[in-house]
């Protein structure tokens, strides 16, 4: 069966260090992979995805991600993390098999301390 | 374009109750998704729209669960008899035609049921 899984529940990270997210997919065809940043009280919203090319992408805020399909991987890096980076972020991957719906991960929570 | 929209953002009754819950996406998105969280949880499929046409419900979207897109325009989920379970997050987006896009979130409508 299709899954994203996401390893991490929760993660403390210090302003100024570096982050990455993991995130690993189980889905038969090719995918097609996003990044979503979920802040208290607001709705999604996509920081990156991948659909074909360039295994890295660039996305908003300055964050990254990277697809191996050996690894049947997409995770996402920030060099250097802001305060306002505090949130939950979410893997996901569309599914061309049914109508385009996202499939998500149950998210990683990011905690970011002085 | 102001993105799309969601109300009531918040919504507390009684169990019971019937509530019923208003998208207005991104005007010229054809595609129509709506999605339920839960605490600690990614977001759900609920059920798709395609212009007027609901073209997939997922299982988790009982009969006590009804969705409509009149005119292929704004979309309402209503919920009759509500139970303590319905307790979410529900989310709704919108991405145009394309073979494989990005879906475009609102706000959400916390609903809690008493």
């Known amino acids: 069966a299709q899954s994203v899984t996401q390893p991490d529940i929760h993660i403390t990270v210090s302003e100024g260090a570096s982050l990455e997210l993991r995130c690993n997919y189980s889905?038969?065809?090719?995918?097609?992979l996003f990044w979503y940043v979920q802040s208290p009280g607001q709705g999604l919203q996509l920081l990156l995805k991948?659909?074909?090319?360039?295994?890295l992408v660039q996305g908003i805020k300055g964050f990254e991600a990277e697809f191996k399909r050996s690894q049947s991987s997409f995770n996402l890096r920030k060099p250097s993390v802001h305060w306002s980076d505090a949130a939950e972020y979410f893997c996901?991957?569309?599914?061309?098999?049914?109508?385009?719906?996202?499939?998500f991960g149950a998210g990683t929570q990011v905690v970011v301390t002085p | 374009d102001t993105g799309v929209s969601q109300d009531p953002r918040h919504k507390i009754t009684k169990r019971g109750q019937n509530v019923t819950f208003r998208c207005d996406p991104i005007s010229e998105h054809n595609r129509l998704y709506w999605y339920r969280q839960t605490l600690g949880q990614g977001p759900e499929f609920l059920t798709y729209?395609?212009?007027?046409?609901?073209?997939?419900k997922s299982r988790l979207l009982s009969d006590r669960f009804s969705a409509e897109r009149p005119k292929g325009s704004f979309s309402t989920l209503e919920i009759q008899r509500t139970e303590q379970g319905d307790s979410a997050m529900y989310l709704c987006a919108s991405s145009p035609a394309g073979m494989v896009d990005e879906q475009f979130f609102g706000p959400g409508t916390r609903l809690t049921v008493l």
């Open positions: 996901a991957v569309w599914r061309a098999d049914s109508w385009g719906k996202l499939q």
């Open positions: 991948y659909f074909s090319g360039d295994t």
């Open positions: 889905y038969g065809a090719t995918p097609y």
């Open positions: 729209f395609q212009n007027e046409a609901q073209l997939e």
